[in-house]
Nanobody, 113 residues
Framework: VRLVESGGGLVQPGGSLRLSCKAS????????MSWYRQAPGQQREWVAR????????YYADSVKGRFTISRANGQNTVYLQMNFLKLEDTAVYYC???????WGQGTQVTVSS
């Protein structure tokens, strides 16, 4: 049972990145999934989630209108498209299976000019 994030990197303010989280070891199509992030010296915060039953999505106010969570059940993957990135989006981003203590190892996103 595993989650593996990828896609992080260094980007300028206003730029875009797409994060991926590949799942294995469980029935991904039935799993509600979330993205979280943790900036240096701060607590981990919830960013977005997507339901399995109907693909409905929910976002933190800080990213609403800029980030989009989606999933590809055939690839056992959940994505986070991040547009119009800001300096304050710099963090390690983690995916998580909701209602389970299952996290990925994280991927670093750095927004800097």
């Amino acid at each position: 049972v595993r989650l593996v994030e990828s896609g992080g990197g260094l980007v300028q303010p206003g730029g875009s990145l797409r994060l991926s989280c590949k799942a294995s070891g469980f029935t991904f199509s039935r799993a509600d999934m979330s993205w979280y992030r943790q900036a240096p010296g701060q607590q981990r915060e919830w960013v977005a989630r997507i339901r399995a039953v109907d693909n409905s999505t929910y976002y933190a106010d800080s990213v609403k209108g800029r980030f989009t969570i989606s999933r590809a059940n055939g690839q056992n993957t959940v994505y986070l498209q991040m547009n119009f990135l800001k300096l304050e989006d710099t963090a390690v981003y983690y995916c998580k299976r909701i209602a389970h203590d299952l996290w990925g190892q994280g991927t670093q996103v750095t927004v800097s000019s």
